[in-house]
C-alpha cells in the first residue's frame, strides 16, 4: 500500500505546505491592513487610475478585455480565499475599481470618436469661432471652430496671423476662411508629446493654418455663459499686458488667467529648468492665495462690527465666501485639470473649516483625484495631472507624518527661531516636492531642474504674499483709475522673479536630461511613491524598493543612436563625442528641441554635414558610426530632388541604414533598414539603439491599437 500510494505523495504534500503558508501569512497580513485602516479610502483613486493606466499602456482591445476579465478575476479569488477578513475586501474593491477606470476611459475614448483630416490639404469653409486665444509670443491667434461643413470634423484648431486677426474674432462669430489644414499631429518620435491624444479626447479632427485674411460673415450674438466667460479672460489678459509689458506682463496675465501665450519661449525654459513652471499652471498655490485672502477680507471687515461678531457665524460666512470666490477664478482660468483639482480641494477644505475639521488631509486630497478621475480619466496621462497631485500628495504626506509635526509645530521662542523653523518647513518642502515632481518631469519632458527646492524657498512666497495680492490690488484699483503705483510695485515683483528664474536655469548643473524614460520604470518609481505616501506603518518603507528599481532601470537605459520622425524629413544622429548632429541644419526651433529633449541632449544640435564621418551634398547625407566594434553607413536623402537612379542603387547598397521621406524604388536594398515614407508610414518615428543585437522602438508600437493611432481599425 506504501508503494501504490507514493506517486501521490508529494502533491499532497505541497498542496498542504500552501495551505499551511497561507493560513500562516492571512493573519499577518490582516494585522497589517488592519493598522492601516484608515488609510484604505486612500487607494480609491490609486485604483481608479491603475485601471485607467493599463488602457493607455496595453495594446489592443483584447489586452484591454484580458485586463478588465483579469481584475474581476482577481476580485473573487480575493473574497474566496479570505471572505472574512479586512484586507481580501480591500483587495476586491482596488481591482473593481481598477476594472471601472479601464472600462471609464475605453467608453470616454468611444465617445470622442469623430471625423478626421486623412491627410494634408486645402479646405475653405465656414465656421463658427468656438474659442479664441491669443499667442503674443508667436505673433498669432489661435481658434477653435466648429466648421459648417459636414465634409469637416467637428472641431478644428487653426492659428491666424496677428497682423491679420480682427478684433470681430470673438467666440461665437460665424466666418469664412481659408485654410492649410493637417491631422493631428502624431508623436514625431517615441517618447515626445503626442498631440493627437490630446486632440482625440478633445473631438480636434484638424489642425493649421489660415491662408490669408479672415471673413466675418456674422458677429458674435448674445453669447452663453462659457463664451462670455473666454471673452472676460481674453479682455483681462490684455489689460493685464497692457499693464505690464514685455516677460513681466506675460507672467502677470497667466497667474491673473491661466493665459500663457504670452511667455516667451526663452523665460518659459528658464521657469522650467528653475524648477519654477508650477508657477505659471494656475493649480493649488495660486487658488489657496484667491481662497484665502478673500476669506481673510471679508472675515475682518464682518469683524468690523460689533453685532455681527457677536452674533454671526464670521467663519461660516467667510468661508462661504471664499469658496464663491474659488470657483470664479477656477472658471476664470478656463478650469484645467490642475485648477479643477485645487478648486475640489479648496472647498473641502472650506467645508471642514465650517465644520471644525482638520482643514487639510490626504482623504481631501482622494476626493478630488476621485472626482478629476471619474469625470476626465483621459486627464491621468497628462503631465498636468501628474504634477499637480504628486505635488499636493507630497506635501500633505510630509506635513501629516508625526515627526515633521512635531518639528514644524508652533511653539514658545523666539523670533529667530520661529523663523528658522518656518524657513526649514519651506526648504523641506522644497526638497520633497522636487524628489516627488522630478521623475514625472524626467519622463514627459526629458529634463528637470536640480536646484528647485531652493529657488522655491523665494519664488513661492514672493509670488503667494507679494506679487498676487499687489496684482489683484492693482486690477481693484484700475476701477477708479488708480491702480499704476501697484502694478509699478508688481513689475519689480515679477522682474525678480524672472531674474532668480533665469539665474537658477544657468547656474552650473543646474538642469539634469534623460532619454526617453521606459514606462514600465516610470509605473514603478510611481507605485513606490504612493505606497510610502499612503500607508502610516513601516512597511511603507517597502516602497523604496521599486523606486530605487525603477530608477536604476531608467539611468541604465541608453540614450537612443538615431531618432527618424515620422515623416522622413528628420533625424538625428549621435556622433563619436555623444552629442546629437542634425540631417537638416535649417530646422526649425520644434524639431530641433523636440529631438535634443527625446535624446536626453542638452547641448545645441550640431549639423550631421559638419561630422568628421560624413560627406553631404545637397540632395544626400552618408555617415559613418562606430559602435560596439561594429560599422553601421548610414544614408539620408534631404531635398525633394531625385537622385539618378543607378548613383541611388549604389548608395543604398553600400548603406546599412536608408532614411528618405518619400517612397524609394524597390532595388534600393540596404543591408539593414530602409526606412522611406513606405515603411515610416505604418511605424511612425523610429529611435534606433546601434547595440548587438540593434533595437528599434517605433511609435506605432508605442501607440499601438488606441482610437487616435494610424494603425487603428
Known sequence: MATAAQPGLPASGVTSGIVRW???LVPRIETLFEAERDQLPLWLPVGLGTGVAAWFALPDQAAWIGFLLTCTALAAVAVALAPETRFARASAVFFLVACLGCGLVWFKAERAD???????????????????QKLPSRKAVRLLLAPSDSELPPRVRVNVD???ASPALQPGARIRLRTWLMPPAPMAVPGAFDFAQHAWFQRIGGTGRVLGGVEIVSPAAEQGWRARLAATRQRLADHVREQLGGGEGAIAAALATGDQG????????AMRASGLAHLLSVSGLHLTAVVGAVMLLVLKLLALSPTLALRAPLVLIAAGAGALAGIAYTLLTGAEVPTVRACIAALLVLAGIALGREALTLRLVAVGALVVLLFWPESLAGAGFQLSFAAITAIVALHEHPRIKILLSRREEGLAQRLGRVLLGLVLTGLVVEAALMPIALFHFHKAGFYGALANVVAIPLTTFVIMPLEALALLLDTAGLGAPLWWLSGLALKLLLSLAHAVAAAP?????MPTMPRAAFAMIVAGGLWVALWRTRWRRWGLVPIVAGTAWALATPAPDLLVTGDGRHLALRSPDGTMAILRDRAGDYVRDMLGETAGEQAELGALENLPSAACSDDLCTALVQ??????????????????WRDMIRACAEADI???DRRLPPGCRPRWLKADRVLLSRTGGLA??????????TVAGRVAQHPWSAQSP
Open 22 to 24: 497561507w493560513s500562516g
Open 114 to 132: 469623430a471625423p478626421r483630416i486623412e491627410r494634408a490639404r486645402m479646405a475653405a469653409f465656414e465656421a463658427r469661432i468656438e474659442t479664441v
Open 162 to 164: 496677428e497682423k491679420n
Open 262 to 269: 504670452a511667455i516667451s519661449e526663452a523665460d518659459a525654459e
Open 509 to 513: 548643473g543646474a538642469v539634469a536630461t
Open 627 to 644: 559602435r560596439d566594434g561594429r560599422s553601421w553607413r548610414l544614408l539620408a536623402t534631404r531635398s525633394p530632388r531625385l537622385v539618378p
Open 658 to 660: 536608408v532614411v528618405s
Open 688 to 697: 534606433m539603439r546601434f547595440s548587438d543585437p540593434p533595437q528599434v522602438e
